[in-house]
């Protein structure tokens, strides 16, 4: 939006939010690809047809992308509200055993196993599937280093905040981490959320967050011991080699 007023590429300071004043000082509406197929379908089928699927309190259906150590990765339509095992079950199951789950994607969180059979609560939806033996941590340190690198560099925690806990956690899965890591580590990850120009640096704490929870014990055999005897170079998170942006690049 910011973009098409004439601007550069990056998140606009708010209020105002777009629907007060967006494109050409208008309101504007921003949505995504599947809610205005999803408004289009109701308009056509009606109400009562799209509450047919999901739970009460969140209806319909729902686009979830499977991928990792599943039989047939893609994307599927499931029931809102559909637990994880549910997403996972359609894509063929695991292969072999599950160590993890990566639920909403880079801005989500790692889920243990056994898994539960309730509903995320947020999230994109993306899953991951982590088999038995592969290391969350050098997962969790190529999607941060993936983020840092992506962010629109243009407010302090995506500048400074979200490289340094990128270096930190490549330390801490690279099994280089100095006595002060943990501690530096969990301070600078409370300093992210809500100080951004959007919820890029939010995102990227969570999930680092959630890795130190659900891979406690990794944690401390990294720090005391070393890294583990999983490859450092992530099995499953589909990153792409990043680059350091260019100013051209934003538009």
């Known amino acids: 939006m910011n973009w098409l007023n004439g601007g550069d590429a990056r998140p606009r300071s708010t209020p105002p939010r777009p629907f007060e004043k967006g494109v050409g000082k208008r309101p504007t509406l921003i949505g995504n690809v599947e809610t205005l197929a999803h408004l289009a379908l109701i308009a056509r089928y009606g109400p009562a047809w799209f509450r047919e699927s999901g739970i009460s309190g969140v209806p319909g259906t729902t686009l979830v992308t499977v991928s990792g150590v599943v039989h047939r990765p893609g994307v599927y339509e499931i029931p809102a509200g559909s637990p994880v095992t549910a997403a996972l079950s359609r894509a063929g199951g695991p292969r072999g055993r599950l160590g993890a789950v990566l639920v909403g994607g880079f801005f989500g969180g790692w889920l243990p196993v056994p898994l539960s059979t309730t509903a995320p609560d947020r999230g994109a939806g ?83 967050a959630s890795a130190l929870r659900v891979f406690a014990d990794d944690v401390i055999r990294h720090v005391h011991t070393g890294p583990c005897g999983a490859a450092f170079a992530p099995l499953v998170l589909p990153v792409p080699a990043a680059r350091p942006p260019e100013e051209g690049d934003w538009r």
């Open 126 to 208: 993306v899953l991951v599937a982590l088999p038995e033996g592969a290391c969350g941590l050098a997962e969790t340190a190529a999607a941060l280093g993936y983020l840092a690198a992506q962010s629109a560099r243009q407010c302090g925690p995506c500048r400074f905040g979200l490289p340094s806990v990128a270096e930190d956690f490549a330390a801490l899965a690279r099994g280089h981490a100095d006595a002060q890591l943990l501690t530096r580590l969990h301070h600078r990850l409370g300093l992210l959320p809500r100080r951004g120009a959007c919820s890029h640096p939010d995102g990227a704490a969570r999930l680092a």
